[in-house]
């Protein structure tokens, strides 16, 4: 399969030969598979020409392998706090690309879903003070068990933002995510409608992630981190 492809033990690190033309036969398939956003396009259209041109150059060559693994990396990483969140990779998707418009950086996104999961559990082992929290929500928080953390996030989310005052707003979001409820107070105001709507921008960009998509990017990781060892060597 495609995976296998790659990460055959035909590529032997020390043969940076082999090694280039593995990078630019599939990098076409790559980026065909896995959708990527317009910035990322461009940015990596750049690593491809550096793959190119910069055959039999070594710094060329291995910047653009550091450049190409740079973004394999960071997608990486996504897939893994997804994971470790317990989000469907493309619902975390849309909450990141939700973040974005809104001016959230990522780890504070990540630090608030977090500190929410955490209440969530306190809540229902019998926290009066969390119970009372999520009761001023008009969410009884055995509506919030048993579901995923995006759609609880989305029902908080919801809940924060039609709430007209300013200073209860901020209290509440405060007592659910914790101070870094300020950071996401943007998210918080989009309610679900926000998240829709970067779900609908995901969707019309083509930018789902498949299962085939997922295997690609695993072993493009994987190909990465050995085209690193081969240049350490």
């Given at each position: 399969?495609?995976?296998?492809?790659?990460?055959?033990?035909?590529?032997?690190?020390?043969?940076?030969?082999?090694?280039?033309?593995?990078?630019?036969?599939?990098?076409?398939?790559?980026?065909?598979?896995?959708?990527?956003?317009?910035?990322?396009?461009?940015?990596?259209?750049?690593?491809?020409?550096?793959?190119?041109?910069?055959?039999g150059l070594a710094?060329?060559?291995?910047?653009?392998?550091?450049?190409?693994?740079?973004?394999?990396?960071?997608?990486?990483?996504?897939?893994?706090?997804?994971?470790?969140?317990?989000?469907?990779?493309?619902?975390?998707?849309?909450?990141?690309?939700?973040?974005?418009?809104?001016?959230?950086?990522?780890?504070?996104?990540?630090?608030?879903?977090?500190?929410?999961?955490?209440?969530?559990?306190?809540?229902?082992?019998?926290?009066?003070?969390?119970?009372?929290?999520?009761?001023?929500?008009?969410?009884?928080?055995?509506?919030?068990?048993?579901?995923?953390?995006?759609?609880?996030?989305?029902?908080?989310?919801?809940?924060?933002?039609?709430?007209?005052?300013?200073?209860?707003?901020?209290?509440?979001?405060?007592?659910?995510?914790?101070?870094?409820?300020?950071?996401?107070m943007n998210m918080?105001?989009?309610?679900?409608?926000?998240?829709?709507?970067?779900?609908?921008?995901?969707?019309r960009l083509g930018?789902?992630?498949?299962?085939?998509?997922?295997?690609?990017?695993?072993?493009?990781?994987?190909?990465?981190?050995?085209?690193?060892?081969?240049?350490?060597?």
């Open positions: 399969d495609w995976s296998s492809d790659v990460c055959s033990s035909d590529l032997h690190l020390a043969n940076i030969g082999d090694l280039t033309a593995t990078l630019s036969l599939n990098y076409e398939e790559f980026v065909e598979g896995l959708k990527l956003s317009e910035h990322e396009m461009e940015h990596l259209g750049e690593v491809a020409t550096e793959i190119g041109t910069g055959l710094f060329g060559l291995e910047r653009a392998i550091e450049g190409l693994h740079a973004h394999i990396e960071a997608m990486e990483q996504m897939v893994h706090t997804a994971s470790k969140l317990d989000i469907e990779i493309n619902a975390f998707r849309a909450l990141q690309h939700e973040a974005a418009l809104a001016g959230v950086a990522a780890e504070s996104l990540d630090t608030a879903l977090g500190k929410m999961e955490r209440n969530i559990g306190e809540a229902a082992a019998g926290s009066k003070e969390l119970k009372d929290t999520f009761g001023q929500l008009g969410i009884p928080i055995a509506e919030l068990i048993g579901k995923k953390p995006d759609q609880q996030f989305l029902m908080i989310a919801d809940a924060i933002s039609h709430i007209e005052d300013a200073n209860k707003r901020a209290d509440l979001a405060q007592k659910v995510f914790g101070r870094g409820a300020i950071e996401i918080l105001r989009g309610g679900r409608a926000a998240y829709e709507q970067a779900q609908a921008d995901i969707e930018g789902k992630f498949s299962e085939l998509d997922l295997e690609k990017l695993h072993a493009w990781h994987r190909l990465g981190t050995e085209a690193g060892l081969a240049w350490s060597v």
